[in-house]
Nanobody
Framework: QVQLVESGGGLVQPGGSLRLSCAAS????????MGWYRQAPGKQRELVAD???????NYADSVKGRFSISRDNVKKAVYLQMNSLKPEDTAVYYC?????????????WGQGTQVTVSS
């Protein structure tokens, strides 16, 4: 199993920046596909970005060019640098870890951190 703890959320003005961090503990971190998801009030949870153990990244169209995901397999951490934030980025952001074992995905979630973009 993997335990995930997010930090770094908060209130920021439009155009500002935040950096989210996710600290992992438990099994071998480097084996996991790591991602950030978000859920705004009244909306479904959506993928923001993910990163493979080898560093291949994937972004939602809505954040391309503004957000950057990275990971440190030694520190067992994943980060989300968010720049040029917009009010529509307001949501609870969740760290996610996935591992494929024998055809089955094992998925773990953090408790979430609130990001509010408002003037």
């Amino acid at each position: 199993q993997v335990q995930l703890v997010e930090s770094g959320g908060g209130l920021v003005q439009p155009g500002g920046s935040l950096r989210l961090s996710c600290a992992a503990s438990g099994e071998i971190f480097s084996l996991y596909l790591m991602g950030w998801y978000r859920q705004a009030p009244g909306k479904q949870r959506e993928l923001v970005a993910d990163i493979t153990s080898g560093g291949i990244v994937n972004y939602a169209d809505s954040v391309k060019g503004r957000f950057s995901i990275s990971r440190d397999n030694v520190k067992k951490a994943v980060y989300l640098q968010m720049n040029s934030l917009k009010p529509e980025d307001t949501a609870v952001y969740y760290c996610n870890a996935k591992k494929l074992v024998g055809g089955t995905w094992y998925t773990y979630w953090g408790q979430g951190t609130q990001v509010t973009v408002s003037s």
